[in-house]
């Protein structure tokens, strides 16, 4: 199940709080100096758009606040470590992935942008990649994504998605084919690990745009 967020817009064409990012985008795409943030909850959405835009820039507002044994049992992310996640503007639309050191937040490979595609398909293939990356240079690090959907692809070795082949992602598929023929030939011992965004806040490989 996707992650529930909602989007406050402080400038835009219609200033609020929404819970679609398609919506969202609608308030700010051709608005010069648009203002705008998720966050995981309604409750703190309300809150922020009461207050200014300045005070939440840079600030990890996908955190939230869990309480001592909820923390105990989710524990600390592993460090060293590869993060890897995606960003699409629309669904389908524009489609880049990537892979981090969890740690530093050094950016280790990303590919794209391509075209029509969606979050799950950029998911899924970072997690390939990133698996991939970690083979070739014999390292046994986890890694970590916050798609409890590219997870399961990746167990299952196949992209599910239910995007349709046009010429133009013609090449994002060609990716996907490549991806679920590498995970057909290739054993790995990674671990694949969840991010626990709650408890930690954004994965490092976020892109940081929404």
Sequence with gaps: MAKKKFYVVWKGHKKGVFTSWNVCKKQITDFKGAQYKAFVSKTAAEKALEGRYEDYVGVDTKRVKLSSEELKKIGLPIYPSLSVDAACAGNPGKMEYRGVDSKSKKQLFIQGPFEQGTNNIGEFLALVHGLG??????SNLPIYSDSKIAMSWVKKGQCRTNLQITS???ELFDFVKRAEKWLSENKYT???????TKA?????ADFGRK
């Design 133 to 138: 990356f970690l083979k070739q240079r014999n």
């Design 190 to 196: 990674t671990k694949v690990l969840k991010w626990e």
């Design 168 to 170: 133009k992602n013609k």
């Design 200 to 204: 930690w806040g954004e994965i490092p």
